[in-house]
């Protein structure tokens, strides 16, 4: 036998027993004897989620928003404002004769079968804006004057695109008087209870605008359209009159509401030892609601988003975001509401975290009248799914 064959039976030689020795091996993970799939259990707890309180918290705005409402909806009156301060300037009062004013608004949602909606018109004696400006604010109703303008819209069902005259002295007031025009608020009349409109805003492609008919000094008729410089609404929660504190869990936009529960995770609810809960990996947890947990809800739009977060002080309600806690959605058709509170729990095993309350609430507050209530006697379940200490030590 050569040099050569010598070389290649001994090539030979060491790749088979390199073969033989891979194909011998068992499967598992990063070479341990146990696959790690045993160690992944997923329990779902009956008695481990409790309902401690829900709060009212204070109105603000809602950024960007697409919608103006005008109406009342569980014990909340919501009223519009709109301002035009891209009129013409004052010299332009001199040279025209004006014929009509009126302000058109477009209708985007219609709460209940009323056939009749009796809106009033009054102007603002205030100046406001709209990502600041709060009922309290305005001090309603010192800074508001009823005007000759009480508007009944019929057939609501029928119509999206509304209109309303506006007298001419009003507007000749605003382009000779630019800095205290502070522009008009639209409520609704009577004592009407769960009735209102959505209107669209300016932040979409239906906004609201002024439409000024006039002839010129050569006799021209002419049709000029200004779009609405800012709109928003304002809403007031009689219910805070009676209390801040609720004793049933809701979640809703208007006014802001938010709902606390508390968790009871532990060695003895998973059935493992004090060592083994000091060792898991929370690798997803969730608080579940079921259809019969829902006691009733009102989805404006296609979903209500919500987020849970970890209240860092229980006194004064201090609550942050923890990473991992991602936004649910809950549409009016849906069996199941899962609330991830991942972050919280895997923050809460490690000892990072030492309260044991998380808060849920809407990711849109003082959007619109959209909630979500659940029965008193409610009991949620959570569903962890955890990773047990791989080594021993």
């Known amino acids: 036998?050569?040099?050569?064959?010598?070389?290649?039976?001994?090539?030979?030689?060491?790749?088979?027993?390199?073969?033989?020795?891979?194909?011998?091996?068992?499967?598992?993970?990063?070479?341990?004897?146990?696959?790690?799939?045993?160690?992944?259990?997923?329990?779902?707890?009956?008695?481990?989620?409790?309902?401690?309180?829900?709060?009212?918290?204070?109105?603000?705005?809602?950024?960007?928003?697409?919608?103006?409402?005008?109406?009342?909806?569980?014990?909340?009156?919501?009223?519009?404002?709109?301002?035009?301060?891209?009129?013409?300037?004052?010299?332009?009062?001199?040279?025209?004769?004006?014929?009509?004013?009126?302000?058109?608004?477009?209708?985007?949602?219609?709460?209940?079968?009323?056939?009749?909606?009796?809106?009033?018109?009054?102007?603002?004696?205030?100046?406001?804006?709209?990502?600041?400006?709060?009922?309290?604010?305005?001090?309603?109703?010192?800074?508001?004057?009823?005007?000759?303008?009480?508007?009944?819209?019929e057939n609501l069902q029928s119509q999206d695109t509304l209109s309303f005259t506006i007298s001419d002295t009003l507007v000749i007031n605003w382009v000779e008087s630019d800095s205290t025009n502070f522009g008009i608020m639209l409520k609704c009349d009577g004592n009407l209870e769960y009735n209102f409109i959505e209107f669209y805003s300016s932040e979409t492609s239906d906004y609201p605008y002024l439409k000024i008919s006039y002839t010129d000094s050569s006799g021209t008729d002419t049709t000029k359209i200004y779009i609405v410089s800012e709109d928003t609404f304002i809403g007031y929660d009689e219910n805070i009159y009676y209390t801040e504190i609720l004793n049933f869990p809701i979640i809703q936009n208007l006014y802001p509401t938010r709902?606390?529960?508390?968790?009871?995770?532990?060695?003895?609810?998973?059935?493992?030892?004090?060592?083994?809960?000091?060792?898991?990996?929370?690798?997803?947890?969730?608080?579940?609601?079921?259809?019969?947990?829902?006691?009733?809800?009102?989805?404006?739009?296609?979903?209500?988003?919500?987020k849970a977060y970890y209240i860092s002080d229980t006194t004064n309600i201090d609550y942050e975001y923890i990473s991992g806690c991602q936004k649910a959605e809950f549409h009016s058709d849906d069996d199941l509401l899962k609330i991830n509170i991942t972050g919280i729990i895997q923050g809460y095993t490690r000892g990072e975290l030492e309260n044991n309350q998380s808060l849920i609430k809407s990711t849109t507050e003082n959007k619109d009248f959209s909630y979500l209530k659940f029965c008193e006697d409610i009991k949620p379940l959570m569903k962890i799914t955890y990773t047990k200490p791989i080594l021993s030590e």
């Open 1 to 153: 036998m050569n040099m050569n064959e010598i070389k290649i039976t001994f090539l030979t030689i060491i790749l088979t027993l390199l073969l033989t020795s891979s194909c011998s091996q068992k499967k598992n993970f990063l070479g341990f004897e146990e696959e790690i799939e045993n160690k992944i259990t997923t329990d779902t707890l009956s008695n481990s989620v409790s309902f401690i309180k829900s709060y009212i918290s204070g109105s603000s705005n809602y950024q960007d928003n697409s919608k103006l409402i005008v109406g009342k909806f569980n014990g909340v009156e919501v009223r519009s404002l709109l301002k035009f301060k891209n009129l013409p300037d004052t010299s332009w009062i001199d040279t025209v004769n004006i014929n009509s004013c009126e302000i058109v608004i477009k209708k985007k949602k219609l709460f209940n079968s009323i056939k009749d909606f009796d809106i009033k018109v009054y102007k603002v004696n205030k100046d406001w804006n709209e990502n600041s400006v709060i009922w309290d604010s305005l001090n309603f109703p010192t800074n508001f004057q009823e005007t000759d303008y009480n508007i009944s819209f």
């Open 259 to 306: 709902t606390i529960f508390s968790f009871n995770i532990n060695s003895d609810t998973l059935g493992l030892s004090s060592d083994e809960f000091e060792k898991i990996t929370v690798n997803k947890a969730e608080i579940i609601f079921d259809s019969t947990m829902i006691d009733s809800s009102f989805i404006s739009d296609s979903y209500l988003g919500l």
